[in-house]
């Protein structure tokens, strides 16, 4: 079973990049049929998927944040990474990383509190 932490800066400030990492252990984000995800949760409001790093390497985004994201990988360090740009305060949020498999379904980071403040 996989586990993933998250890090980054918990505060940000309106219209800085928000950067995130996520470090997997107990299997490769390279092994196939691994997908790896960014959801982000805002007070008070749902889960809110933002996009996905398949084990290939191919990403997908969310139509909504797609011109604000991007997801990229670290083979060497077994890690991916969430980029979102030109934030505001409506991006306060817990943001989690998340792997899936057919086999062993969804596993969750713990999350992580993101504040957009200036």
């Known amino acids: 079973q996989v586990q993933l932490q998250e890090s980054g800066p918990g505060l940000v400030k309106p219209s800085q990049t928000l950067s995130l990492t996520c470090t997997v252990s107990g299997d490769s984000i390279t092994t196939t049929y691994y997908s790896w995800s960014w959801i982000r949760q805002p007070p008070g409001k749902g889960l809110e998927w933002m996009g996905v790093?398949?084990?290939?390497?191919?990403?997908y985004y969310s139509p909504s944040l797609k011109s604000r994201t991007s997801i990229s990988r670290d083979t060497s360090k077994n890690q991916f990474s969430l980029q979102l740009s030109s934030v505001t305060p409506e991006d306060t949020a817990v943001y989690y990383c998340a792997s899936r498999t057919v086999v062993d379904g969804t596993t969750w980071s713990q999350g992580t509190q993101v504040t957009v403040s200036s």
């Open positions: 790093i398949a084990y290939d390497g191919s990403t």
